[in-house]
């Protein structure tokens, strides 16, 4: 991996200043990495695959944004003189950081479309020197970035002067005086001054082996995008007062982008942020990356590491740019620098033993620097607990971890003494030094029967403000696991003997059983009722069966999320649904070993979109929109013959013929007026009816309607002050539509029949009578 120094200390000088200004100050001897190109950087460490990270040689000089000062021991010009520097000398590490887990984790995705801006170096009291570099691209002139170098200066300080990139060419000074070809002298006129220049930011390593190929990039501008380290203004300053003056350095860009510490990406780019165990991560995703992981998995697995390592140096800030892997021929797989910037293919996955995301992690997790003997453990630590965190982490099992190691055991490192820089070959200091690492832990395991682990001897490194030396990381180790160790370990660093892989067996016993190896997808999408939708419009309805999945506003969407274990142990789960990598939805549980369940997570979707819903990577594609229109198809009266003041029931059929849900508010309407309203809500596909009762008063003809308040179908009603027919009959109901013409004739035969009988019965009388 590459890993670049960290932010140079500024060291105090005690300087007697008699007036006047300050002698320049020399450069300090690292390269400016934003300035070079096609700069050969020189790690001095062999190797030979290409697939790699890259570290920075910590055995050189380190860097940082602080500040520090002296006292002087006499007055200048009347006054006691002090000064102050920033990136100019040596760093001494920082202090050991906390290993306190825990800390409220919020999950946030936001679209840069604006600057981006990132502090260095915070401080919190005494007046304050504000750096402020502002990087922009030159869409015109590719290969070029212009960097605007801003200093807002208290007013007790006396002097001030700066250095830009030996090989930038400045372009404009406001408060700023030349005083040779890379020194500004500020000028002491105004509170705030400038020098604004151009780099070059093309950088390419030139060494073979797992640090790169020859003519591959570290940094870069395309025209398009730029992705680069920020350039190294070493700063001197003259002050007066007890109190400290103080240094604070700021990254920004003009534009779209993101910066942090040490790197800084122009362009379109998307920052998600995580924080947790007192650290903040945060991964820009360039809009021209694409990510083999999910930018949520790759926060949650740092965070994870976080928890897992406490060998003490957590940066509060990390920072992580997906370099897309596409565009540009890297030059390596990672890269890390400073503190805790970094760069990683967006290519790379979580879920190999080679975890790059996690290696370059591990190193900014390094604070010690080392000498020649000790410059191993940079990589070979960073890559086994690379590997051991992943296997813990549940995404690959002990086979692909044993094979990732036992490649330290093969014959070509037969030769290899890892103290001896010189006998490194075809990665040695990667596999070799990971082998070796993790036979040191397991020794360490074993003799203190798992109370500690080398991640002690880790945490001691760390609080070294020297380089550690071989002798002092053995007594490290036999401090933490005993003689026997040391002396095991000093054989296996220090001579060429041949080490090999330990077996699962001892892996179990040493760290545990195999944990438990969780897994979660979505559930196929053609399983339509894994898929479900719950609203106004419906219930529990699947919604499965085609891509993409439709649903309308406000309706929550239930999906089965699979949750699997493949691991030794039972384990407890966490899956997470996520729309557009955000996750919006959690459910926690248990899960034995060998077991495959079903877990429902939801989200209800408020407004219209294009969403991609998530579950560790799988993905399914759900379109929302707003609901369709349902419509009023017929409207029936009954009965449609009343008496004055009697009530009618008015039916209005409702149909929605769309393939998403539909809505509808249905008017009841007498002669035109509205009596009463009811809201629908339909599934695709479907009718119903709705009934509403009226009273009609008014004699004549009633029109009854029903619609959406802009159309209806209406049925005619007749009232009258008649009372109705007996209803026993169909026949005695008949109306006169319904009469026809013989049935017309039928009253009149009826009376005729009967007057002839009364006729005939008066003359049978008579004639009985006479």
């Known amino acids: 991996m590459f890993v670049v120094p960290r932010r140079v200390v500024a ?37 030979a695959s290409e697939n790699s990270t890259y570290q920075a040689d910590r055995t050189s000089e380190q860097d940082s944004g602080g500040t520090g000062e002296t006292t002087a021991t006499a007055e200048a010009s009347g006054s006691l003189a002090r000064v102050g520097s920033a990136e100019t000398h040596r760093r001494r ?13 919020a999950m946030a995705a936001s679209i840069e479309t604006g600057t981006a801006t990132s502090g260095a170096t915070q401080t919190d009291d005494g007046d304050v020197i504000q750096q402020t570099q502002t990087y922009a691209r030159i869409p015109e002139e590719p290969g070029e970035v212009a960097v605007t170098l801003t200093y807002e200066v208290p007013d007790r300080v006396v002097d001030l002067e700066t250095h830009v990139p030996a090989e930038a060419t400045v372009t404009d000074t ?25 780099i070059n930011p093309n950088r390419t390593i030139e060494k073979s082996g797992p640090e790169g190929a020859e003519g591959r990039y570290l940094s870069v501008d395309t025209g398009d995008w730029a992705l680069l380290t920020r350039s190294r203004t070493p700063t001197r300053w003259r002050y007066t007062g007890q109190d400290p003056v103080r240094y604070n350095r700021t990254l920004r860009t003009a534009g779209p982008g993101a910066a942090g510490e040490e790197i800084v990406y122009l362009g379109e780019v998307a920052t998600f942020e995580e924080t947790a165990h007192n650290q903040t ?20 697995s740092m965070a994870n590491a976080s928890n897992a390592l406490r060998v003490g140096d957590r940066d509060e800030q990390v920072f992580v740019v997906a370099a897309p892997s596409e565009a540009v021929e ?8 400073g503190d805790a910037d970094m760069w990683v293919q967006s290519r790379q996955s979580l879920d190999t033993a080679n975890n790059v995301w996690l290696h370059e992690y591990v190193h900014s997790r390094q604070a010690y620097e080392t000498t020649r003997e000790t410059r191993w453990t940079v990589e070979g630590w960073a890559t086994y607990y690379a590997a051991v965190l992943t296997l813990e982490q549940d995404r690959i099992g ?54 500690k682990t080398l991640q002690t001897v880790f945490q001691s490194l760390n609080g070294y403000r020297d380089p550690v030396t071989q002798s002092q990381f053995l007594s490290e180790v036999e401090a933490t696991g005993g003689a026997s160790v040391r002396n095991t370990t000093a054989t296996e660093t220090e001579t060429t003997t041949t080490v090999a892989m330990w077996n699962e067996t001892t892996h179990r016993r040493l760290f545990g059983a195999i944990p438990a190896r969780i897994g979660y997808s979505l559930p196929p999408v053609d399983r339509a009722d894994a898929y479900r939708a719950d609203s106004l419009y419906r219930s529990d309805a699947p919604v499965g069966g085609s891509e993409p999945i439709r649903l309308a506003t406000n309706e929550t969407l239930a999906v089965d999320a699979v949750v699997e274990n493949a691991g030794g142990d039972a384990g ?78 008015v039916t209005a059929t409702v149909a929605n013929d769309n393939e998403i849900p539909g809505t509808i508010a249905v008017e009841f309407r007498r002669n035109g007026t509205v009596f009463a309203e009811q809201r629908l809500y339909l599934p695709p596909q479907a009718t119903t009816t709705v009934v509403r009762t009226v009273t009609l008063g008014e004699l004549g003809t009633v029109s009854l309607s029903a619609g959406d308040g802009r159309t209806a179908t209406a049925v005619e009603v007749v009232v009258s002050t008649e009372t109705a027919e007996p209803t026993s009959t169909p026949t005695e109901r008949l109306t006169d539509t319904q009469t026809t013409a013989g049935e017309g004739n039928g009253n009149g035969f009826t009376a005729l029949v009967a007057g002839l009988a009364v006729l005939l019965a008066a003359l049978i009388a008579r004639q009985r009578g006479s």
């Open 330 to 337: 890297w030059g390596v797989e990672g890269y890390q620098i």
């Open 572 to 649: 407890a789960y966490n899956v997470t649904l996520a729309v557009n990598e955000t996750v919006v939805a959690a459910k926690q549980g248990q899960i034995e070993p060998g077991e495959r369940t079903e877990v429902e997570v939801t989200h209800t979707f408020a407004d219209p979109g294009r969403y991609v819903i998530s579950v560790d990577g799988d993905t399914v594609t759900v379109v929302v929109t707003e609901p369709a229109a349902a419509s009023v198809t017929d409207v029936t009266a009954s009965p449609q013959e009343v008496r004055q003041g009697d009530s009618v029931d």
């Open 281 to 300: 991560f945060t991964l820009a995703i360039p809009e021209r990356a694409t990510m083999t992981a999910s930018p949520i998995s790759v926060l949650d």
């Open 11 to 47: 060291v105090g000088l005690v300087v007697l200043l008699l007036g006047g200004g300050f002698a320049s100050l020399p450069v300090a001897a690292s390269a400016d990495h934003g300035a070079v190109t096609g700069a050969s950087v020189d790690t001095a460490v062999g190797g």
């Open 398 to 451: 002990f086979d692909e971890f044993r094979a990732q190691l036992a490649a330290g055991g093969r014959p070509v490192y037969s030769d290899v003494a890892l103290t001896d820089r010189s006998s490194w070959t075809n990665d040695a200091n990667y596999r070799k030094g990971a082998l070796v690492a993790g036979r040191a832990d397991v020794h360490i395991r074993s003799a203190t029967d798992r109370n």
């Open 174 to 198: 406001d408060g700023f005086e030349r005083v040779n070809e890379s020194v500004y002298e500020w000028e002491e006129t105004t509170d705030t001054a400038t020098v604004s220049y151009r």
């Open 93 to 105: 590490p920082r202090r050991q950081g906390g290993n306190t887990a825990g800390g409220a984790v």
